[in-house]
T-cell receptor
Framework: EAGVTQFPSHSVIEKGQTVTLRCDPISGHDNLYWYRRVMGKEIKFLLHFVKESKQDESGMPNNRFLAERTGGTYSTLKVQPAELEDSGVYFC????????????????FGPGTRLTVT | SQQGEEDPQALSIQEGENATMNCSYKTSINNLQWYRQNSGRGLVHLILIRSNEREKHSGRLRVTLDTSKKSSSLLITASRAADTASYFCASRPFSAGNNRKLIWGLGTSLAVNP
């Protein structure tokens, strides 16, 4: 079974530009999450999709960030326009809808996208 | 505000020794999880402990939870060089509904020297 994949693995853009990050969750996982880790700080929750619906977007920093999950499969996170403080590693995770024995809300993470804004 | 805090931030030990990492959190939780991240890789789930559990084991891992102190510890016994990684605790705040967000600590960077 393929794991969570993210693209690109690394992106370097200039301040003011737009970047779109993509996440492909594990097939069949209804829940999809975005997290971000800014250097030297803790990993922070951004938002949670259940299928195509935003269940919780309380962690989105501002309206320069737009997340979508059309069709309830892959998700994109667009930053427009990017600022220097947006630099960090963006993680995506997924989990199944129903709690199966032993999983207990375990989230499966992708390798992350390292975003550098210069 | 930061929810989780971990100590130590960095730990260096010799192979065969035990490694203990601690984590604290601030609000009531449903469960607490520990994850590992190898350099350049994604986060890998290690173990989960529910709020009504006090101790849990998985292989060489032992996790404790003290809800009165809002703290948890991860013990890795008989460490190996392959255990070198960053370890994070993540708590799931207690709330109704389908809220599943995790609140993370800063992480402990563990180096196991051969």
């Amino acid at each position: 079974e393929a794991g969570v994949t993210q693209f690109p693995s690394h992106s370097v853009i200039e301040k003011g530009q737009t970047v779109t990050l993509r996440c492909d969750p594990i097939s069949g996982h209804d829940n999809l999450y975005w997290y971000r880790r800014v250097m030297g700080k803790e990993i922070k929750f951004l938002l949670h999709f259940v299928k195509e619906s935003k269940q919780d977007e309380s962690g989105m920093p501002n309206n320069r960030f737009l997340a979508e999950r059309t069709g309830g499969t892959y998700s994109t996170l667009k930053v427009q326009p990017a600022e220097l403080e947006d630099s960090g590693v963006y993680f995506c995770a997924s989990s199944p809808r129903r709690i199966t024995s032993g999983s207990l809300y375990e989230q499966y993470f992708g390798p992350g996208t390292r975003l550098t804004v210069t | 505000s930061q929810q989780g805090e971990e100590d130590p931030q960095a730990l260096s030990i010799q192979e065969g020794e035990n490694a203990t990492m601690n984590c604290s959190y601030k609000t009531s939780i449903n469960n607490l999880q520990w994850y590992r991240q190898n350099s350049g890789r994604g986060l890998v789930h290690l173990i989960l402990i529910r709020s009504n559990e006090r101790e849990k084991h998985s292989g060489r891992l032992r996790v404790t939870l003290d809800t009165s102190k809002k703290s948890s510890s991860l013990l890795i016994t008989a460490s190996r060089a392959a255990d070198t990684a960053s370890y994070f605790c993540a708590s799931r705040p207690f709330s109704a509904g389908n809220n599943r967000k995790l609140i993370w600590g800063l992480g402990t960077s563990l180096a196991v020297n051969p």
